[in-house]
């Protein structure tokens, strides 16, 4: 039997952090980051469903809210009317948010991130 590596997944990947931003794929970000299987972007870290609109407009199974250094809930309003449209709403913080996004993309589950800065 021939062990090979796991090919990467598509799309964005976090590869590193820092207090102020991301890194993904090689890029350095400032603030927050939406990620969607096939892109990402900066976002402004805004928990609001107008916010996170981009990637509600994916219709993914749930999307990642990673809420900084510490695990913040999201306003229930916010999962209420997501959890409405049939997406789940997965809080916990930024880096462990981007740990699963990466597990997550392996495994090709259709997903979004909405991951803020650290600091």
């Not at 890194?23 to 096939?38: F, M, N, Q, R």
């Not at 306003?75 to 789940?88: F, M, N, T, W, Y």
Request: no cysteine; hydrophobic share 45%.
């Amino acid at each position: 039997m021939k062990l090979e590596r796991n090919q990467r997944p598509a799309g964005p990947i976090v590869t590193g952090f820092s207090g102020s931003g991301f890194k993904i794929d090689g890029e350095s970000t400032s603030g927050g980051v939406l990620l969607a299987p096939e892109w990402w972007r900066s976002w402004g870290g805004e928990l609001s469903e107008a916010a996170l609109d981009p990637l509600v407009a994916l219709r993914p199974e749930f999307i990642l809210i990673g809420t900084g250094a510490a695990l913040v809930r999201p306003p229930r309003p916010l999962v209420q009317a997501l959890e409405a449209k049939g997406i789940g709403v997965e809080p916990m913080d930024s880096r462990a948010a981007a740990r699963a996004w990466g597990v997550l993309r392996a495994e090709e589950r259709w997903i979004g991130a909405a991951l803020m800065a650290l600091t």
